[in-house]
């Protein structure tokens, strides 16, 4: 074994020993690929290597080989440590669901702050809006210093002449109306051809609809 594999394989067993959990050649070769440097094939060998020196221990399911830690190495555990590293553990997956929590809502803060105006921004849009109320203030200093505002005497007689030209309108339609009724008893032809050669022209032909007094 070259001193690139043997360096290799020294570091297969400590990541072994120290993760002390089953892999497979792939799992390790995905996992040390940036440390040792080490091609798939030549992880495999190492592994081999180190089971047939009985440095890890290999078991064999299927087609497939696991290699980990001999556990010869390790003394025994008691009950009451086994259930206190079960606490732990319980512990552990507690704090690592909050720190998640806690990772998403700052997640979601993150998304809203990329997603707000910047400083920049703000300030650009804040003269923006600012020009533009002073240009309706100056709108408005004008219209209130105008001199030709309608009074409220000049508003009322418009609103009275145009309630007194409706009033003329409607009568005068009517008046129309009761007239060529009239004429079309004992007209031979049709309404449209009889307003057509009497050249009278209707609010409908002008697309006019009379106003509500």
């Known amino acids: 074994m070259s001193k690139k594999d043997s360096a290799g394989a020294a570091q297969i067993l400590v990541y072994l020993n120290e993760k002390n959990r089953p892999f497979s050649a792939q799992d390790v070769f995905t996992n040390l690929q940036k440390q040792c440097g080490l091609g798939k094939t030549a992880v495999v060998k190492a592994m081999e290597q180190l089971a047939q020196e009985g440095k890890i ?31 732990r553990i319980v512990e552990i ?45 100056e709108r408005l200093d004008e219209i209130k210093s ?21 009033k003329e309108w409607r009568k005068r339609k009517r008046l129309v109306t009761d007239m060529v009724g009239a004429i079309l008893e004992g007209y031979p032809k049709s309404k449209k051809q009889f307003l057509e050669e009497a ?5 409908e032909d002008h697309k006019v609809t009379m106003p509500n007094i």
């Open 57 to 87: 221990q290999e078991k064999v399911y299927g087609k497939q080989k696991i290699y980990f830690a001999d556990q010869s190495q390790f003394a025994d555990v008691s009950d009451a440590e086994l259930k206190k590293m079960d606490a």
């Open 93 to 137: 997956s507690t704090e690592v669901q909050t720190i998640s929590q806690s990772c998403r809502q700052l997640d979601t803060e993150l998304k809203e702050l990329n997603s707000s105006l910047t400083t920049a921004e703000m300030k650009a849009q804040i003269q923006e809006l600012q020009a533009e109320c002073s240009g309706y203030r």
């Open 146 to 166: 105008a001199k030709n505002h309608v009074t409220p005497e000049e508003r009322q007689k418009v609103y009275k002449e145009r309630e007194t030209y409706v």
């Open 199 to 203: 050249g009278i022209e209707t609010d």
